[in-house]
């Protein structure tokens, strides 16, 4: 949970700092102008938002006992995976350190990187805690 909270954070904290005048990203102009991802990134704030809930709704799941289809948490593995993915996309896209564009990332893009690693290894750690806690059949070690 608190990997989708800190990626929720990062979504509003400044992700690009624009360096010169030249540098230009979804209508904001630099130089020294700092872009969030709400304001940068139309659809991927979405799907960002929408990743960050769902560590909350694996909780909601465990501590409510529904019956799935599917191992618990392995839902919630594979968003944080692809929310990982495309954070790295998005960050790494506009080439940071070119010449020409003079857009680096910032604090809320680090956030959003290290809250997708927790999301991911809280979401491992419990499915980790139910395959131990499973029954085996016989002759299984």
């Known amino acids: 949970m608190v990997g989708g909270l800190l990626l929720a954070i990062s979504v509003f904290l400044p992700w690009f700092n624009l360096q010169n005048e030249h540098a230009t990203l979804n209508g904001y102009t630099g130089p020294d102008v700092t872009v969030s991802a709400w304001n940068a990134l ?5 799907l960002f938002l929408a990743a960050a809930l769902a560590p ?7 501590v409510r006992g529904h019956a ?5 948490g392995e839902v919630t593995a594979v968003v944080g995976i ?6 790295v996309v998005r960050g790494f896209l506009v080439q940071p350190g070119d010449v020409t ?3 680096e990332p910032t604090v809320g893009f680090y956030l959003a990187l290290v809250a997708t690693v927790v999301m991911t290894a809280g979401a491992l750690m419990h499915r980790a805690e139910m395959d131990a806690t499973a029954r085996k059949p016989p002759g299984v070690l």
């Open 56 to 62: 909350f709704i694996l909780t909601y799941i465990v």
């Open 68 to 72: 799935l289809t599917w191992p618990r």
């Open 101 to 103: 564009s003079q857009i």
């Open 42 to 46: 139309l659809v991927f704030r979405f």
């Open 82 to 87: 692809t929310a990982f993915v495309f954070v």
